[in-house]
């Protein structure tokens, strides 16, 4: 049996999904722009998704506006955000520097067309200080963007705190919320912010399918141009048939929040404890508390990460050393970095991400397969050592 703990890359589809793309895809063929009958039962079936996904963030149908996932929200929420400020010269956008890359490269590129850029450093946990947002705030500042919870070691950010602060400076606030919608409760409303982004595929809808929330009378600048496809935020035909899966998966997660945020943090304490009771030498990576119950990052000294990410592959189990998007980089997670961790130590982390179809039986043979599989590489690391320093060779740097 394979088991999937990578659910912060993405989820399963959740129950209905897969039924609902298949039926509008096969029985409503409209375009929603169109006047017709077809055309307006495809309009329903975006009104209805826009619904529900308003409903799981607390937020009103109007303010929804579909993308085609995260990095688009993400996009649309900086460049569409930055066009409109230029003008009022607020140049300055504060982000933190455990960003994902849809915001890390976004404001670099914003940085090369003039505008100043403050990236904020985080703490060992992972954790935005708001006193070091108060003290880069000031009155050019435009636009923060800090996400509200780290795809790679899950730690949660006080994004409230941080969203009165910048309003107090008169700055717009945007969190990337992709890992938090649909797995721990989310109200556009007690976080404070301006603009969040959400993606349907970390909780169950299909890839290709996301959202910005846009708090009203915000006016952003569309970054997709054409025809006035939500209210003239996002030009496009909308992809009826994903949207009808991503409104089944938001209302699935919103009616199973609360039984499934408790049986994944118990699930995730579990495989967590006993890998740090049974395999000596590991470390976890982030707050312990203040995270989503899906995720644990975890150090072993000793055994490159990517080593044991295949061998764990070999043995049926998916796991990931990081985000997804960044995967093939030879350099060590920037998260880990700037999290004050060595470059030796990042490239021994993990991530497990587990998710509500995660069982207990899996948890268990996962705990039952890595304490071998760790012992069996630190020999073989061990040995090539041996042999290298006996032939007078000397490791390269990446071993280490």
């Not at 826009?50 to 688009?72: H, K, M, N, Q, Y």
């Amino acid at each position: 049996m394979r088991i999937y703990l990578d659910f912060n890359a993405t989820a399963p589809p959740a129950p209905g999904v897969v039924d609902a793309v298949c039926r509008v895809l096969r029985d409503t063929p409209g375009n929603p722009s169109s006047i017709h009958a077809p055309g307006q039962q495809a309009r329903a079936v975006v009104d209805d998704a826009r619904g529900a996904v308003a409903a799981l963030i607390d937020a009103a149908p109007s303010d929804i506006v579909f993308t085609s996932g995260g990095t688009e929200a993400d996009n649309l929420a900086l460049r569409g955000a930055a066009d409109v400020l230029e003008s009022t010269g607020r140049r300055h956008l504060i982000t933190s520097a455990i960003e994902h890359e849809a915001v890390l490269a976004t404001s670099a590129a914003l940085e090369r067309r003039g505008w100043r850029v403050t990236r904020l450093a985080v703490d060992a946990s992972g954790v935005v200080d708001p006193a070091a947002l108060e003290d880069a705030l000031d009155d050019t500042t435009g636009l923060v963007s800090v996400m509200h919870a780290n795809n790679e070691v899950g730690t949660i950010q006080p994004i409230a705190d941080l969203a009165a602060l910048s309003h107090a400076r008169g700055a717009w606030f945007h969190t990337d919320a992709v890992q938090t919608v649909g797995r721990v409760p989310v109200s556009v409303q007690s976080l404070g912010a301006d603009l969040l982004s959400l993606s349907g595929h970390k909780f169950g809808g299909p890839k290709g399918a996301g959202a910005l929330w846009v708090r009203r009378g915000l006016k952003l600048e569309a970054q997709l141009t054409g025809g006035k496809q939500e209210r003239s935020r996002r030009a496009g035909t909308e992809n009826v048939p994903a949207l009808a899966g991503l409104g089944v998966a938001a209302a699935y997660a919103r009616n199973t929040l609360d039984q499934h945020q408790t049986e994944v943090a118990r699930r995730r304490n579990q495989l967590e404890q006993r890998i740090l009771a049974d395999v000596p030498g590991t470390h976890v990576n982030g707050a312990r508390d203040q995270r989503i119950p899906s995720t644990t990052n975890i150090s072993v000294d000793g055994v490159e990460a990517e080593l044991l990410l295949i061998a764990l592959d070999l043995e049926g189990i998916a796991v990931s050393t990081g985000s997804a998007c960044s995967s093939g980089t030879l350099e060590p997670s920037h998260v880990l970095k700037a999290m004050g961790l060595s470059a030796s130590r990042a490239r021994t982390s993990l991530r497990f991400s587990l998710g509500p179809e995660t069982t207990d039986a899996e948890i268990e043979a996962v705990i039952a397969r890595v304490p071998p599989l760790v012992a069996r590489l630190r020999r073989l690391n061990h040995t090539a050592t041996s042999v290298g320093e006996r032939a007078g060779v000397r490791r390269h740097p990446r071993a280490r």
